[in-house]
């Protein structure tokens, strides 16, 4: 059986791939910097915290860390210190250990430099924010500790993820958003009104391709865009809005998220497609009949 430990278990990624595997069967251990029942608390940023992580599994998901655009301007050094220095922490634990699990780390779409067309994994990169740079640093660490000291990783760069198959908390990223507003009785607003088209995908479904694909043995050392449905932020607004016969109005966009906005990042799914057996997508339209 498939041993299974989570860094990050108490985030919304996190929790869901713990619920996910263990309704497959799977016996996962749970790492989180919250100190609660059901979690053993770790920090990243210290060594001697780490070493409380048990690296006698077959693979080992990191999806902690700090998110966010304007802040990690601001709070540049804790940005690096937990999402790069957390990242050499851990693999240099590994690599001081007689273990070598597979490392599944999550990336973003952030990397890109936005264009409008079907991203491939080897498309243009570009790093508008501190996020971006930290997880672009990331990919390339796990590599370098790859080809030194034979750690292996695989990477799952997302989009946007939303849903839940837990409860009927719909609070995450820009989906949680819209529900948030029209749940409010207000209507949606958007940036220039929404054109800008990005990658939806359903969290089961994201689920099923981090899982599977983690396992696949092809993926030792790949990086994978999560595929899902193709929308404008507009169209699935309009989809959210409708259920709760709100509307969806364009505002103009403030410079400072303007300077920073990576326009069109929608993902070329091919490579995940080959590498794993995929259901069809879950559809947002679907999903919001349900809320």
Same mark, same amino acid.
Request: charge should be positive.
């Given at each position: 059986m498939?041993?299974?430990?989570?860094?990050?278990?108490?985030?919304?990624?996190?929790?869901?791939?713990?619920?996910?595997?263990?309704?497959?069967?799977?016996?996962?251990?749970?790492?989180? %910097?919250?100190?609660?029942?059901?979690?053993?608390?770790?920090?990243?940023?210290?060594?001697?915290?780490?070493?409380?992580?048990?690296?006698?599994?077959?693979?080992?998901?990191?999806?902690?860390?700090l998110t966010g655009t304007h802040a990690g301007f601001t709070d540049y050094e804790k940005f690096i210190e937990i999402n790069e220095l957390g990242l050499l922490n851990l693999l240099d634990?590994?690599?001081?250990?007689?273990?070598?699990?597979? /490392?599944?780390?999550?990336?973003?779409?952030?990397?890109?430099?936005?264009?409008?067309?079907?991203?491939?994994?080897?498309?243009?990169?570009?790093?508008?924010? %501190?996020?971006? /740079?930290?997880?672009?640093?990331?990919e390339g660490l796990l590599d370098a500790y790859r080809n030194s000291f034979g750690i292996p990783y695989t990477v799952f760069r997302l989009c946007v993820p939303y849903g839940n198959l837990i409860s009927t908390d719909y609070s995450f990223g820009t989906v949680g958003f819209f529900?948030?507003? /029209?749940?409010?009785?207000?209507?949606?607003?958007?940036?220039?009104?929404?054109? %800008?088209?990005?990658?939806?995908?359903?969290?089961?479904?994201?689920?099923?391709?981090?899982?599977?694909?983690?396992?696949?043995?092809?993926?030792?050392?790949?990086?994978?865009n999560i595929g899902g449905e193709t929308l404008s932020l507009k169209d699935a607004a309009v989809t959210i809005a409708n259920k709760f016969n709100q509307e969806v109005a364009a505002v103009p966009w403030p410079d400072s998220d303007l300077r920073i906005e990576s326009g069109h990042t929608y993902f070329d799914d091919g490579k995940i497609q080959s590498l794993i057996e995929m259901p069809p997508y879950k559809k947002l339209f679907d999903f919001a009949k349900d809320l």
């Open positions: 498939k041993k299974c430990a989570i860094i990050g278990a108490s985030g919304y990624i996190g929790k869901h791939l713990s619920f996910y595997m263990k309704n497959l069967g799977i016996n996962v251990e749970l790492y989180d %910097i919250v100190d609660s029942p059901g979690y053993i608390k770790i920090d990243l940023t210290s060594k001697e915290s780490i070493s409380k992580v048990n690296l006698d599994v077959d693979y080992l998901f990191l999806f902690s860390g634990t590994i690599r001081n250990s007689p273990y070598r699990p597979k /490392v599944i780390f999550p990336s973003t779409r952030l990397v890109y430099k936005g264009i409008d067309k079907p991203l491939k994994e080897e498309d243009t990169k570009e790093t508008k924010t %501190i996020y971006a /740079v930290n997880k672009l640093a990331c529900i948030k507003q /029209v749940k409010s009785g207000n209507n949606i607003s958007l940036y220039g009104g929404g054109e %800008i088209k990005r990658t939806f995908t359903h969290i089961e479904d994201v689920c099923y391709q981090i899982v599977h694909g983690a396992f696949a043995e092809k993926s030792v050392g790949r990086i994978y």
